[in-house]
T-cell receptor, first 109, second 112 residues
Framework: EDQVTQSPEALRLQEGESSSLNCSYT??????LFWYRQDPGKGPEFLFT???AGEEKEKERLKATLTKKESFLHITAPKPEDSATYLC??????????FGAGTRLAVHP | DVKVTQSSRYLVKRTGEKVFLECVQD?????MFWYRQDPGLGLRLIYF???????EKGDIPEGYSVSREKKERFSLILESASTNQTSMYLC???????????FGDGTRLSIL
């Protein structure tokens, strides 16, 4: 069964304190791993797509990496405006996305 | 920028009512999706559509139906609303193939 597990559930950081979020997955035939950011009361906002092990993508303070079993979202020197829930999803069979439950990130000044 | 618009941000209905949630996208996307999002359960797929007048069941289709009469519009219908359908409903769209899905801002639906 296709499955996505994100850890930790919640993370509190001080401004400037770098860290990583984890997304572990099991899927038969990975056809893309997606990272989204979701602010309270809003829909998920697309960040990155990764397709193969070893691939990396960067956007401002965020960097996503992919291995055969997991993906990491590295946050370098975060700011309070990076506070959000970060969602990971994998595309499995029938073109469906399977989402993890998300990591709630709070960055304090 | 992709724009996915959901007709209502907040909606309050009574049990037994027939409820319509509307979603429109302006990017000529072939694929459209309806999810619900509940605390601790993440996003769960209700229905999706690959083309006009075409629909496929997702993981939790019971109690719901959908309609796609035009390419840009995808409607979710709660046939007879129940309190366990109180949730955040999210619509998404994408090009066909392995392209990312883009989401609307959701409708928070309360069934009393």
């Amino acid at each position: 069964e296709d499955q996505v597990t994100q850890s930790p559930e919640a993370l509190r950081l001080q401004e400037g304190e770098s860290s990583s979020l984890n997304c572990s997955y099991t899927v038969s035939g990975l056809r893309g791993l997606f990272w989204y950011r979701q602010d309270p009361g809003k829909g998920p906002e697309f960040l990155f797509t990764l397709y193969s092990a070893g691939e990396e993508k960067e956007k401002e303070r965020l960097k996503a990496t992919l291995t055969k079993k997991e993906s990491f979202l590295h946050i370098t020197a975060p700011k309070p405006e990076d506070s959000a829930t970060y969602l990971c999803a994998v595309r499995g069979g029938y073109n469906k996305l399977i989402f993890g439950a998300g990591t709630r990130l709070a960055v304090h000044p | 920028d992709v724009k996915v618009t959901q007709s209502s941000r907040y909606l309050v209905k009574r049990t037994g009512e027939k409820v319509f949630l509307e979603c429109v996208q302006d990017m000529d996307h072939e694929n459209m999706f309806w999810y619900r999002q509940d605390p601790g359960l993440g996003l769960r797929l209700i229905y999706f559509s690959y083309d006009v007048k075409m629909k496929e069941k997702g993981d939790i289709p019971e109690g719901y139906s959908v309609s796609r009469e035009k390419k840009e519009r995808f409607s979710l219908i709660l046939e007879s609303a129940s309190t366990n359908q109180t949730s955040m409903y999210l619509c998404a769209s994408s090009f066909k193939g392995d392209q990312p899905q883009h989401f609307g801002d959701g409708t928070r639906l309360s069934i009393l």
